[in-house]
């Protein structure tokens, strides 16, 4: 004699995952984090667009166009200006990067008890080569609203230097030039010509 299955009660598809929302943290935020000692390594992240980002390893060449970099800017600065390796820059509401290197109004003691903010800042420098898509993305967007007057990135991969000028509110540089070995970058603080850098003097 035949049996009939009893019929199983129809199962409803699971509905399909959705990733949760992230949640920006504003500059604030990521100050009070990094001062109660939550991270176990502060040292290795930024803060852009309201998120902790991984800084990238440096390699021979990144470490090598930096410290020229600083060098040959050092040798130009005027009175009242100073140089910042690898330093947090305060671009409230949802930015504090480390730049590469950084020219800022006034004298190492002055920030003894403050970061820096944009309007201490002359020029910016970011030297590129994994972080690139970054330093030309978010990063630049985050300078020009912010107002950083020049803002140069040491491409490693093309080999050539970018410099960036002219910001507006809404996030990019109205000018943009790029210098290449055999050309000499102009160095502009606050307005301020300086002798050029030879392209050759900073890259690896």
Known sequence: MATIAPTRP????????????????????????????VLEDPGRVELIDGYMVDKMGKNAGHSYATKETVKALDRRLPDGWTSRKEEPVRIPK??????????????????????????????????????????????RTAYARAGIAVYWIV?????????????????????SKVYKPGQQIPVVIDGQQLP?????DILP
């Open 155 to 175: 491409n490693l991969v093309a080999r050539q230097v970018e410099v960036y000028t002219r910001p507006v509110k809404e996030g990019r540089y109205r000018s």
């Open 196 to 200: 050029p850098i030879p392209v050759d």
């Open 94 to 139: 949802f930015d504090e990067p480390e730049p590469d290197v950084t020219i800022v109004r006034g004298s190492d003691a002055d920030y003894r008890h403050r970061i820096p903010t944009a309007d201490d800042v002359g020029l910016l420098v970011e030297v590129s080569e994994s972080t690139l898509s970054q330093d030309r993305g978010k990063k």
């Open 10 to 37: 129809g199962v409803s598809p699971s509905p399909p995952r959705r990733t949760p929302p992230l949640h920006r943290i504003t500059v604030d935020e990521y100050e009070r984090i990094i001062d109660f000692g």
